[in-house]
């Protein structure tokens, strides 16, 4: 088992003793994200203990999924995973049911081997182009680097819907050749991957919320109605806003999730949610 790092650990916020007794919300970051994306949604979420999980680009997508069914080890949690982290909360809920009381994916990425590439969006192209060639060419990653700093001058990072306040260089993906290097070893592992080609994620029977944004140009919205067929207890919702919509229309996705949860814990054995 991987060692656990300071990044990943669980630090549960309860908001009161009594509902301390109630599921854990666990939010599963996206690959290279921070846990700022996430404050705004996390304050507006009342009742359950909340906690942001990241994953460590150093992990492997095994490895993530292990460190994350260890975390959750003896106490069943609520996943709300975000862009990413969605396809890690899944085969979490396939390898250990008994983890997960529910899933919540928020602009979900799930491009792999299983989904037409007509359904790609322009960004999500040319971060394949990028990535495939910083892993074929890791000596060039720094190189990309700067020609993307000097791209991003006259293409702010607004047009991908990042607000400024979480737009902090420190942090990025992109802030060093090392960083980027490793990012684009993860993210090609994960989109090599297709869980919902996997016979036991089409038979979970967890409660299943695809949450898109409207106004996404990272990932596909287009792409929701084919992520929430392949489970029989799902239901989509669409939201205004773009990929950072968990931040910027935070009410929004704060009602989605709490309808969510208020119709999973009435039956939580045998709920069937309306697509």
Not at 128 to 141: H, N
Request: charged share 20%.
């Amino acid at each position: 088992m991987p060692r656990l790092s300071t990044s990943s650990s669980i630090n549960f916020r309860k908001r009161s003793v009594s509902e301390s007794t109630l599921p854990p919300i666990v939010f599963v970051n996206a690959l290279g994200q921070g846990p700022a994306a996430w404050s705004r949604l996390r304050d507006r979420v009342g009742g359950h203990p909340t906690s942001v999980w990241s994953p460590e680009l150093s992990w492997t997508r095994t490895e993530q999924e292990e460190q994350l069914a260890r975390l959750l080890s003896g106490r069943s949690a609520h996943l709300v995973a975000w862009c990413t982290g969605p396809k890690t909360a899944l085969r979490v809920a396939a390898d250990y049911p008994e983890l997960v009381e529910s899933l919540v994916f928020l602009n979900p990425s799930f491009k792999g081997p299983g989904r037409p590439l007509d359904i790609d969006t322009e960004y999500e192209s040319e971060l394949v182009d990028l990535l495939s060639t910083v892993r074929s060419r890791p000596g060039m990653a720094a190189r990309l680097i700067d020609a993307l700093n000097r791209r991003r001058a006259s293409n702010p990072s607004s047009s991908i819907g990042l607000p400024a306040e979480l737009d902090d260089p420190g942090t990025s993906v992109f802030r060093d050749a090392a960083t980027l290097i490793a990012y684009a070893e993860r993210h090609l592992e994960f989109w090599a991957d297709d869980p919902l080609m996997d016979p036991r994620v089409k038979a979970l029977e967890v409660p299943t919320t695809v949450v898109s944004g409207a106004q996404d140009v990272v990932v596909a919205p287009s792409d929701v109605a084919r992520i929430a067929a392949s489970f029989p207890r799902s239901n989509s919702v669409e939201v205004n806003g773009g990929h950072f919509a968990l931040y910027t229309h935070s009410d929004e996705v704060a009602q989605a999730l709490s309808a969510h949860l208020a119709a999973a814990e009435v039956s939580p054995g045998s709920l069937s949610l309306p697509r």
